[in-house]
């Protein structure tokens, strides 16, 4: 009797340990779906110079973009939540699970409330009000991807995630300071979007790695559990 009352006792925490696993998969493939569905946008109009101009109002890729930038909000609060069923595995300074948080609210936020025609630069003339929020919570996200690469780089306990965060870092970095300043001092638009959205496609691809490494370290954890329950 005592057997039976304690097996569906003991089977909880095996359900509820693969959950977090789960929700870090569908966060990954959710990421990747994004960074695809974006690159679909820009194969559908080659003359849009910067990434927030495909979600523009009126632009046919809008609903398809805007979609994107949804998904990869859901992506980054699942492995948000994901991440903080690892406790203590993923804090530097703070959890990587708050940046990832906020980071996703902002695509969110990014995703509904979309740029006017053309998506001018805010407080130039034609911007709108929905051009300051929408590019305002686009950067902040994007700054927010790039905080959480610097704090997984921080993890040395995972050697190869560490590599790949250092190097997705500089390469975003230097791509996105680069193709701002391009735009800023209004130089060659082609270049510079062409960097927006290489920087744009590394940190979407990142959050889809970073998935699937927090998808495996739960994996990892359950399997002692799984075995002592033999």
Known sequence: MTDTLERPVDADPGRASARPARLALIGAIAAFASAVLIWICRAGDPSVHYVSQLGATGMPTAPLFNLALLLLAVAAVLVDRATIARGAGYVVGW?????????????????????SPGCPVPFTPGALVQDFVHISFAVLGF?????????????????????????????????????????????????????????????????????LQVAADHRTSRRPADRSHE
Do not use: H, Y
């Not at 959890?95 to 740029?115: D, E, H, R, W, Y």
């Open 143 to 211: 700054v927010l991807a790039i905080v959480a690469m610097g704090q997984v780089a921080a993890l040395r306990r995972r050697p190869w995630m560490r590599a790949a965060s250092i190097i997705t870092l500089v390469a975003v970095g230097a791509t996105s300071l680069t193709g701002a300043m391009i735009a800023l001092f209004k130089g060659d638009t082609v270049l510079g979007g062409n960097l927006e959205f290489t920087a744009a496609t590394l940190a979407i691809t990142w959050f889809g790695v970073f998935g």
């Open 95 to 115: 959890p990587v699970a708050t940046t990832l948080l906020v980071c996703g609210l902002c695509f969110g936020v990014a995703s509904v409330i979309t740029c």
